[in-house]
């Protein structure tokens, strides 16, 4: 159930409608006052207080997936918008250079591959030592990948918008020249 499209697209909708939220002057200024901080903060707080609340057989609960999962994408999405109006200590705290490292070069990757990390070594993972040598365990094959494969594309990338830049700006000359 965690892999199924339908169920992920509650957060997906609630991200692209914070966003367009965000676009919007008048949102941004409501935000950006007393909401900004109800929302930091009770954002956090819900979204930490189902980390703590759900047990080891969350898997096995219908409601997990049909209820508790699209409400946290929602109060994530929530918490999200207050950090992004409002100086808080939530917010200095992840504008932190290695936090922000880790986000802007890692979440992705350890959001793509911790499921495998997960599939493959759970078994091994006993107890709380467990727990933490497959969070390790994740976060390393998630940098790992994220310097293998993220930053080859995106130095690719560049290069390529580079070129594509020169050529429009050749062509540009050439035409402007016979004219």
């Not at 900004?36 to 956090?44: E, L, R, S, V």
């Not at 969070?135 to 594509?164: C, D, M, N, Q």
Request: charged share 15%; proline share 4%; glycine share 8%.
């Amino acid at each position: 159930m965690y892999f199924s499209p339908v169920l992920g697209v509650v957060p997906l909708a609630t991200g692209c409608l914070l966003a367009l939220l965000l676009d919007d002057e008048r949102f941004r200024s409501f935000a950006s006052g007393l909401a900004g901080h109800i929302g930091t903060w009770a954002g956090a707080a819900a979204v930490l207080g189902v980390q703590f609340w759900i047990d080891d057989d969350w898997t096995e609960h219908a409601w997990t997936f049909g209820l508790l999962m699209p409400v946290t994408g929602v109060f994530a999405a929530v918490l999200i918008g207050g950090l992004v109006s409002v100086r808080t200590p939530v917010s200095a705290a992840l504008s932190w250079t290695p936090v922000a490292w880790f986000g802007r070069r890692v979440s992705y990757s350890a959001y793509l591959w911790h499921p495998l990390v997960i599939a493959l070594l759970g078994t091994f993972a006993i107890g709380w030592f467990g727990d933490v040598w497959l969070f390790a365990a994740a976060v390393v094959v998630s940098i790992g990948a994220a310097y293998a494969v993220e930053v080859p594309v995106e130095k690719l990338r560049a290069r390529t918008r580079e070129a594509h830049r020169l050529v429009t700006e050749d062509r540009a000359a050439r035409s402007a020249a016979t004219s």
